[in-house]
């Protein structure tokens, strides 16, 4: 299936109503609540929290080495996994408290992911499924009592809930030579700009998608209708988002790499509000623009 690009300007937020900053309160477009289902997994720990959640669908905002809003939920220097869920645990004035542990029903974190107005106007993971299993993960670490600790994944040993039982070595067959099949062909690596075009819409359509129009912007829920709308379209600083092999006349890229005032009327705060993309991905867009943009391949 082929993905296209996409594009928008801010994202998550815990709060009320205004896109001129994204990360103080955003208006949330009307979203059916999910359905995340009534069984609770026991295995929902922190890491898959932390590595499928908070960080890639939350921190853009949620930064506190950024344009921060509470809670803060990216770990970082100075602000590590404990501290994190400790302030998640004490740092509400409010009532409930951002987190309660083994307490969903009771933590604002999940009030606003589980009604499905946070993040806003994203679905998380890309697919309806995917969203509703990533937002029950949330539910569960908190009903699994929200703490730091990891399941270990163990590739043999004991098997859980018999302490007499042991696997057996998968990579030892019990007769016989065990056949050659030769190199696994993984196939082509993934195009660099699937990564860019993920990270476009967890980042920016929180502003410029669905029924968010921040900067006279409406980009659609998909990425074919995103790229529709930028392909070629000037804007208020009369040159096109995109302008194929020429990145210093692409908006979208001026923005994203902080050079936008270097186009008359332009402005010269970064994009995405509340997260610097990381270089490597802001230099693997421009060098799809200078490219051509052309069309690409994810699986």
């Known amino acids: 299936m082929k993905n296209k690009l996409a594009l928008s300007f801010c994202l998550l937020a815990f709060g009320a109503a205004n896109c001129d900053n994204p990360c103080i309160g955003l208006e949330c477009p009307d979203v059916p609540k999910p359905d995340v289902g009534g069984d609770f997994d026991p295995a929902a720990d922190w890491c898959a929290v932390y590595s499928e959640v908070f960080e890639p669908e939350c921190s853009n905002c949620h930064d506190p080495g950024g344009t921060n809003v509470a809670p803060r939920l990216k770990t970082g220097a100075g ?90 070595d998968a990579g030892t067959p019990e007769a016989g030579p065990q056949e050659d099949t030769g190199p696994v062909d993984a196939g082509p690596p993934a195009d660099p700009m699937c990564a860019v075009s993920a990270l476009l819409v967890t980042t920016c359509n929180g502003c410029h998608g669905g029924t968010n ?39 979208l890229f001026l923005r994203i790499a902080g050079r936008g005032a270097e186009i008359a009327g332009g402005r010269a705060a970064r994009m995405p509000r509340g997260g610097q993309w990381p270089e490597d991905k802001i230099n693997d867009l421009q060098t799809w623009i200078d490219n051509g943009a052309n069309a690409f391949e994810c699986p």
């Open 79 to 168: 602000f590590s996994a404990d501290q994190m869920v400790a302030h998640l645990l004490n740092d509400r004035a409010q009532s409930p408290a951002w987190v309660t542990p083994a307490e969903p029903d009771n933590s604002q974190v999940w009030k606003r992911v589980g009604e499905g107005s946070m993040p806003p106007g994203i679905t998380m993971g890309g697919s309806t499924s995917e969203d509703s299993r990533l937002r029950k993960l949330v539910r569960d670490w908190i009903a699994n009592g929200a703490t730091t600790e990891c399941l270990e994944v163990g590739d043999a040993g004991v098997v859980a809930g018999d302490a007499g039982t042991t696997r057996p």
């Open 213 to 251: 129009t921040s900067g006279g912007l409406n980009w659609g829920s998909t990425s074919s209708s995103m790229m529709a709308t930028i392909m070629g379209i000037a804007n208020q600083v009369a040159i096109p988002y995109i302008t194929p092999e020429n990145s210093d006349q692409s908006y």
